[in-house]
């Protein structure tokens, strides 16, 4: 059965502090994985998408990488901000049947000032 | 901005009614799906919709059905609603099949 795992469930770190945002994933065979952000009451919003070919991609502060082989992900955020409180979600699509999205259930994030 | 509109932005409904969620994909999109959100949830797949034609089902119930029309906006119907069904609803939309999706802000669907 195809899934996506995310851990942790919630984090909570000082504002300024790095953090990272594992997933880890089932889902063969394998087209691209999506990192979103999602805050509260709003829509999610892609961060960075990549491949099979690619294993780290950044986006401002997130920089995402990809392990095909062991089918896992990483999120680290450098110099959090409070406006990175929000909730991050693991994306990941089926090669065979492009339309096979599978969502991870997320992590949340909290910054403390 | 995405680009994605949804109407309305909030709904409140009493059981047993239904509703119409209408959403407008970005301009030169031609695949929209529908997601359901419950309280402190994670995003639901509904269905989705390539050029008019229903492309893939997720967890959708009897009692929702959608559309995607010729002019390539979508509209997701909830009957006989119940207490559970309040949500927030996305909407997003994509190139093709499998493209990157961009997200609504949501309706929130309220029943009382």
């Known amino acids: 059965k195809n899934q996506v795992e995310q851990s942790p469930q919630s984090l909570i770190i000082l504002e300024g502090k790095n953090c990272t945002l594992q997933?880890?994933?089932?889902?063969?065979?394998?087209?691209?994985l999506r990192w979103y952000k999602q805050d509260t009451g709003r829509g999610p919003v892609s961060l960075t998408i990549m491949t099979f070919s690619e294993n780290t991609k950044s986006n401002g502060r997130y920089t995402a990488t990809l392990d095909a082989d062991t089918k896992q992900s990483s999120l680290h955020i450098t110099a959090s901000q409070l406006s990175d409180s929000a909730s991050y979600i693991c994306?990941?699509?089926?090669?065979?049947?492009?339309?096979?999205?599978?969502f991870g259930s997320g992590t949340r994030l909290s910054i403390r000032p | 901005d995405s680009g994605v509109t949804q109407t309305p932005k909030h709904l409140i409904t009493a059981t047993g009614q239904r509703v119409t969620l209408r959403c407008s994909p970005r301009s030169g999109d031609l695949s929209v799906y529908w997601y359901q959100q419950s309280l402190d949830q994670g995003l639901q797949f509904l269905i989705q919709?390539?050029?008019?034609?229903?492309?893939a089902k997720g967890n959708i119930l009897e009692r929702f059905s959608a559309q995607q029309f010729p002019d390539l906006h979508s509209e997701l119907n909830l009957s006989s609603l119940e207490l559970g069904d309040s949500a927030l609803y996305f909407c997003?939309?994509?190139?093709?099949?499998?493209?990157?999706?961009?997200f609504g802000p949501g309706t929130r669907l309220t029943v009382t």
């Open positions: 919709y390539y050029n008019g034609e229903e492309r």
């Open positions: 997933c880890n994933y089932t889902v063969s065979p394998f087209s691209n």
């Open positions: 994306v990941v699509s089926e090669k065979s049947s492009a339309s096979k999205i599978i």
């Open positions: 997003a939309s994509s190139i093709s099949t499998g493209g990157e999706q961009y």
